[in-house]
């Protein structure tokens, strides 16, 4: 754990260079809502390189969670190390808008492979918090 720990003290994983106490930590810890597509998108990076599985799946849009979402989940962040994120493209997903799309990198990094997922993700807002809907993934490597 003393890597998350590190990276309690440090700048926020998510890339935005603030500090994680003021960018991702009050969101995935649930103490404010995301303000948008981006900070929620964001935070579920921050969450999956921290392992907060429970925000994830709180987070995901309710008709998309699967039964075994947790236990997969545990496996990903596991074996998965990520190591950085870049926005390249966001479409709506203001604080007025119902819906929103965000385009992403994130590098990850496993035992064997290194890689890039790609994704254009897809985002709602339900009673105030946006949540992710689904997205089109590529994996490169
Ligand atoms: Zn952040």
């Not at 998510?14 to 649930?30: A, L, R, T």
């Not at 969670?65 to 994120?85: F, P, S």
């Amino acid at each position: 754990m003393s890597h998350n720990q590190d990276v309690m003290n440090k700048v926020c994983p998510c890339g935005s260079n603030k500090p994680f106490d003021y960018c991702c930590k009050p969101i995935v810890q649930g103490q404010k809502p995301a303000p948008t597509a981006e900070a929620l998108m964001r935070s579920r990076y921050t969450a999956f390189a921290l392992g907060a599985i429970d925000y994830l799946i709180n987070t995901t849009a309710p008709e998309n969670r699967g039964e075994d979402d947790a236990e997969i989940l545990a496996d990903q962040v596991k074996y998965t190390n990520w190591t950085g994120l870049t926005i390249l493209d966001t479409s709506q997903g203001n604080r007025s808008d119902e819906t929103g799309m965000v385009e992403f990198e994130a590098n990850f990094e496993t035992d064997d492979q290194s890689g890039t997922l790609y994704e254009k993700s897809n985002f709602r807002k339900e009673d105030g918090f946006w949540i992710y809907v689904d997205g089109d993934v590529e994996i490169r490597t």
